[in-house]
């Protein structure tokens, strides 16, 4: 089953939120549409705080959630290295949960 968000990348706008290519670009992620599927159970992105975005500072899509926003996880369990963060010290995604900040 999945979920249609709308697209954290583009804030729903379907244009590239960046104008790399041009001004009239659309969005890399939801390919101009404004939404996004995403397999239940979901979770809110913690490796980019669900923006969608790279924390790293890089003007591409989150590595984690591919710009959703949110992400596939069936487990509740907090990761053990991490905590919950999503991130390793630095500053990459955790190896372990692989920036979702959950085990499985």
């Given at each position: 089953?999945?979920?249609?968000?709308?697209?954290?990348?583009?804030?729903?706008?379907?244009?590239?939120?960046?104008?790399?290519?041009?001004?009239?670009?659309?969005?890399?992620?939801?390919?101009?549409?404004?939404q996004v599927k995403v397999k239940e159970p979901s979770i809110s992105?913690?490796?980019?705080?669900?923006?969608?975005?790279?924390p790293l500072g890089a003007r591409v899509p989150c590595i984690v959630?591919?710009?959703?926003?949110?992400?596939?996880?069936?487990?509740?369990?907090?990761?053990?290295?991490?905590?919950?963060?999503?991130?390793?010290?630095?500053?990459?995604?955790?190896?372990?949960?692989?920036?979702?900040?959950?085990?499985?």
């Amino acid at each position: 089953m999945t979920k249609i968000f709308k697209c954290a990348y583009c804030i729903g706008t379907g244009q590239d939120p960046f104008d790399l290519l041009s001004a009239i670009s659309g969005c890399q992620v939801c390919k101009g549409t404004g939404q996004v599927k995403v397999k239940e159970p979901s979770i809110s992105c913690v490796f980019c705080s669900g923006t969608g975005k790279n924390p790293l500072g890089a003007r591409v899509p989150c590595i984690v959630c591919h710009g959703k926003g949110n992400n596939y996880n069936e487990s509740n369990n907090i990761c053990n290295l991490c905590k919950g963060t999503g991130k390793g010290k630095d500053g990459l995604p955790c190896l372990l949960c692989k920036g979702i900040g959950l085990n499985k």
